[in-house]
């Protein structure tokens, strides 16, 4: 099914009626205010997975009072979450946590995917630990910034997650299969010794654009450590090392 609102319907009541009961999969894309004003005006009760492709959000409270909305909507007990968020430029980084909050009281998420476009949110052990605690069987874990470049104006956080925080992850959600982060930082390392042999052999996936603060770092210590974690991962690493002052 589609909806397609034109300009000139946007003052009309919208009236979906009752013929979405039954839906599992629901995927809208457009302006935060036409997605809202669908979600408004229909029940899902059925739903399972819930897939958001937001064009040019204003700004970041913007964003978190529409999807307030939305998350309002919809029954908590959704499994997969994945969010597509182009933000204008120029806004400072607030917490990953703090952007998607209504969703952490959604106990049965297992994928929870997020894209931004011009935006750079802050995602560092609390975030991943908020994140583990609330979803506690959760199987893919994706953030995915995109169109970064400063000359455009986009933010940085000044904090990012650390191997301690990878660690608390695999801790918390042993059937992770999936993470994909922007950064890690590795300026601070555990002893070998002490990294816990948790030994996920589920978890076959693993991306990490930037390694940050690596003036310092010992590479090979970073990848015993990783390896240690993650054994099984199958897919071939893609790092880029970025240095950060």
């Not at 969703?103 to 297992?110: K, P, R």
């Not at 609390?126 to 199987?139: G, K, M, Q, T, Y």
């Not at 994909?180 to 076959?204: G, K």
Request: net charge negative.
């Amino acid at each position: 099914v589609a909806v397609v609102l034109r300009e000139e319907d946007r003052e009309q009541e919208l009236d979906l009626g009752p013929g979405f009961l039954g839906l599992e999969e629901l995927h809208l894309n457009g302006r935060a205010e036409d997605l809202v004003a669908v979600i408004q005006v229909s029940s899902f009760l059925a739903l399972r997975s819930l897939s958001l492709e937001i064009c040019t959000v204003d700004s970041p409270d913007a964003f978190m009072d529409d999807f307030a909305v939305i998350c309002s909507r919809v029954p908590k007990s959704i499994s997969k979450i994945d969010l597509a968020v182009s933000m204008n430029y120029g806004f400072e980084p607030i917490s990953l946590t703090t952007l998607v909050k209504p969703v952490l009281s959604w106990g049965a998420v297992t994928v929870f995917k997020v894209q931004t476009d011009n935006y750079a949110p802050i995602l560092d052990n609390d975030d991943l630990r908020s994140f583990a605690e609330a979803w506690p069987h959760l199987v893919d874990f994706e953030l995915r910034p995109t169109n970064e470049d400063n000359s455009q104006g986009v933010k940085h956080p000044k904090v990012y997650v650390t191997i301690t925080g990878l660690i608390d992850l695999a801790q918390r959600c042993p059937r992770l299969r999936s993470l994909t982060i922007p950064a890690l930082d590795i300026a601070e390392l555990p002893d070998i010794r002490d990294v816990p042999p948790l030994n996920r052999r589920d978890l076959s996936r693993l991306q990490i654009k930037d390694l940050m603060r690596t003036d310092s770092a010992n590479l090979m210590t970073v990848a015993i450590i990783l390896d240690l974690l993650f054994p099984c991962v199958s897919t071939r690493r893609s790092v880029e090392a970025a240095y950060v002052q």
